[in-house]
T-cell receptor, first 114, second 111 residues
């Protein structure tokens, strides 16, 4: 069974440029999470989807970040415009349900903003 | 003060040693997760527990709900156990949950 797929694995952009990350969760997983992990820290939740509905986006910086999961399967996270402080690893995870379920993580996208 | 505190931040051990990593939390939780992160970013879930103790191979996780504390033990440690170990607590509304992560413990096991 394929795991959570993310692309690209690495991205280097200049500040003020847009960037997008893609995630395909494990087949059948209804819940999808986007996390941001800064160097030396634990991941922080950006947004959680239950199917196509964003049920927790309280920590998503909505002035520059947006996300979508139109068909309740794969998802895209966008930053426009990127800032230097956005340099981090962006992790996608999925789970079968929401509560007390193991989350399966993708390999992450490492973003460097110059 | 973070909601999830791990100790130690860094741990170096010799192969074969018994290792303990601690996690304390300050909020009510429905479950606690232990995860492992290898260089390159891949995160793997090791345990999810809400009471008592779980064991998988050389790994043992315990939780004390009253004291809001959990420990991850590794017996007969091996260099391949070198990784960052992250504690995360699950809390939230009945329809879903949010994980709050600790900052992780960097474990290095030397041969």
């Amino acid at each position: 069974e394929a795991g959570v797929v993310q692309s690209p694995r690495y991205k280097i952009i200049e500040k003020k440029q847009p960037v997008a990350f893609w995630c395909n969760p494990i087949s059948g997983h209804n819940t999808l999470y986007w996390y941001r992990q800064n160097l030396g820290q634990g991941p922080e939740l950006l947004i959680r989807y239950e199917n196509e509905e964003a049920v927790d986006d309280s920590q998503l910086p909505k002035d520059r970040f947006s996300a979508e999961r139109l068909k309740g399967v794969d998802s895209t996270l966008k930053i426009q415009p990127a800032e230097l402080g956005d340099s981090a690893v962006y992790l996608c995870a999925s789970s079968f349900g929401g509560k007390r379920e193991t989350q399966y993580f993708g390999p992450g996208t490492r973003l460097l903003v110059l | 003060k973070n909601e999830v505190e791990q100790s130690p931040q860094n741990l170096t051990a010799q192969e074969g040693e018994f290792i303990t990593i601690n996690c304390s939390y300050s909020v009510g939780i429905s479950a606690l997760h232990w995860l492992q992160q290898h260089p390159g970013g891949g995160i793997v879930s090791l345990f999810m527990l809400s009471s008592g103790k779980k064991k998988h191979g050389r790994l043992i996780a315990t939780i004390n709900i009253q004291e809001k504390h959990s420990s991850l033990h590794i017996t007969a440690s091996h260099p391949r156990d070198s990784a960052v170990y992250i504690c995360a607590v699950e809390s939230g509304e009945t329809s879903g949950s949010r994980l709050t992560f600790g900052e992780g413990t960097q474990l290095t096991v030397n041969p």
